[in-house]
């Protein structure tokens, strides 16, 4: 199959002297220019306060792709070509002339033929209101012929009332099928293969449901702390950082049924209804462990406590490790438990799902025998090893009745296909017009509907206590025993 060109257009990034800018879109649009999957016609304006002029922005852009690109060497003309594509300008987020400016410049940077304009929001959140309405009322208003695309980067809202407040005031502004809400997760290779896995292939899905899975264990690990993002970190939490998206991305798409076509609403159609019977299980405690990572070693080093890392209350209550019990109120899943866990500072950097089938009938093996059969297991590593890998019973050679568990494994090494960073796959999706691996409004408001229970009973003092955990281990002991109530143990990984 050819690969997919979009249309030529121009791609505004406010916040363009920032650290996203710098590490992740600026290489992924290089690669894509690199792969030739970008049109001649495309080019590239920063927004931004700090001044410098387009000759420094593209030398610092230089830098950030030598650094940060896939694809290496960079060759003069590769390179000539993207920067001659790269412009900047200074502007203020709140300051309406600015933005006229912005739309002169627009135009003059459009000729014909290349029309189509798309907004990247890679600022904090708080100035992304300004942004939107500046766009709407002084850019794009009069506009005749083309599109006009709005990308949106994560925190999506604080709680449920900011995100439908963000997804009203974007509304106002643009369609929604100009709304671009970005989870790089979904950008990632093994997150879709999880769909071509289930739907792909006829022996999975049979069995993907209550009659055959025990349960389900998804883990995000960090190893890092919080770097220099503590007062980002403050606010959010690992709730916010990763359950409120990434972490309920997965269990949708684990859980989803099959789409009726493989269109951008009709996937986000059946991820919806995942969300709306979805909820965390209060009927032991309230369904969560949470914890807060305290000095310890990682690979050798000692690393500070979440207290004393820059930018954080010495008293913080702030969480940095969370495990829920999960339950989706369906017909496929009701009664199986997704335990689900992330957390910083832990031995390991590995997201994993893991589908625990339920016990085989026994009675056909000795006492002795049975003990020895594990339950299969069917694990997708999602990173840092992408791949899948199944757990099944074969019995030992020899005369004797011996039964072992041997692991049948895929890594996507083994393909030696390069497999393309997730900003440049989201980007093209979106230059090309395709948002199924965007979040949509109702996506977003009821992933936060599933998670402000918690947070409000922790809010109350409700919700389980803030147990500490040293670096370098996975968390809380009273997340062991917390799994370990339902007669089930996390995975050792
Ligand atoms: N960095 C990542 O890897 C990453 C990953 C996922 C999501 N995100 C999200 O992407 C967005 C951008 O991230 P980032 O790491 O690039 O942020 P950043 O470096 O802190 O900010 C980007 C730019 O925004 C401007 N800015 C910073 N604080 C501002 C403020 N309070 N008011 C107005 N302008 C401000 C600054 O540019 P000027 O001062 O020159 O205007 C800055 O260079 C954020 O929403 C972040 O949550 C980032």
């Not at 363009?16 to 080019?43: C, E, H, M, W």
């Not at 206590?465 to 670096?471: D, K, N, P, S, V």
Request: aromatic content about 10%; some cysteine.
């Amino acid at each position: 199959m050819l690969p997919r060109r979009p249309e030529p257009c121009l791609m505004v990034i406010f916040g363009a002297s920032g650290d996203l800018t710098y590490r992740k879109l600026i290489p992924a649009l290089y690669d894509l220019v690199a792969a030739r999957l970008l049109p001649s016609g495309f080019a590239i304006l920063g927004f931004a306060r700090k001044p410098k002029t387009s000759e420094t922005f593209r030398q610092e852009m230089r830098r950030a792709v030598e650094e940060f690109a896939r694809s290496r060497p960079i060759p003069i003309d590769t390179w000539e070509d993207f920067a001659r594509r790269l412009h900047y300008m200074t502007g203020d987020y709140n300051n309406p002339a600015d933005y006229r400016r912005l739309q002169q410049e627009l135009e003059a940077l459009s000729p014909a033929g290349r029309s189509n304009w798309m907004f990247y929001l890679a600022t904090p959140p708080e100035v992304y209101r300004p942004i939107v309405e500046h766009i709407g009322s002084e850019v794009t208003l009069q506009r005749q012929g083309g599109w006009t695309r709005i990308i949106v980067e994560k925190p999506f809202g604080h709680d449920l009332d900011s995100a439908r407040a963000l997804n009203q005031h974007l509304h106002r502004w643009f369609r929604e099928d100009q709304i671009y809400r970005i989870d790089h997760y979904l950008g990632k290779e093994t997150v879709q293969n999880i769909l071509v896995f289930r739907f792909a292939n006829g022996i999975f899905e049979p069995i993907w449901d209550r009659r055959y899975v025990d349960h389900v264990q998804i883990t995000v690990a960090e190893t890092l702390g919080i770097g220099n993002r503590g007062s980002y970190y403050e606010r959010a939490g690992v709730i916010r950082d990763i359950m409120q998206n990434h972490m309920l991305q997965l269990v949708s798409l684990v859980a989803m049924e099959p789409p009726a076509e493989f269109t951008a609403d009709a996937v986000r159609n059946e991820k919806v209804k995942v969300l709306k019977a979805l909820r965390v299980d209060t009927s032991r405690g309230d369904g969560t462990v949470r914890g807060q990572y305290g000095p310890g070693v990682i690979n050798g080093q000692f690393v500070p406590g979440y207290t004393q890392e820059q930018d954080v209350a010495p008293d913080s209550t702030t969480e940095t490790y969370l495990a829920m019990r999960l339950m989706i109120d369906n017909w496929r899943w009701a009664g199986v438990p997704f335990y689900v866990r992330s957390g910083k500072r832990l031995p390991r950097r590995v997201t994993e799902i893991a589908i625990q089938f339920k016990m085989p009938p026994l009675l056909l093996f000795s006492e002795r025998t049975a003990n020895e059969i594990q339950p299969n297991l069917l694990v997708l590593n999602i990173q840092p090893d992408e791949g899948i890998s199944l757990r099944f019973s074969a019995k030992v050679p020899g005369s004797g009745e011996n039964i072992q568990p041997v692991i049948m494994n895929f890594s996507y090494n083994a393909l030696q296909t390069p497999v393309p960073d997730a900003y440049e796959r989201l980007l093209l999706d979106a230059m090309l017009g395709d948002s199924t691996l965007f979040t949509r409004h109702d996506e977003v408001e009821a992933s936060w509907s599933v998670i402000m229970p918690v947070i409000e009973r922790w809010q109350s003092g409700q919700g389980s206590f803030l147990e500490m955990y040293r670096a370098g281990t996975w968390g809380p002991k009273e997340a062991d025993d917390f799994i370990a109530a339902d007669g089930r143990s996390w995975r050792v990984l």
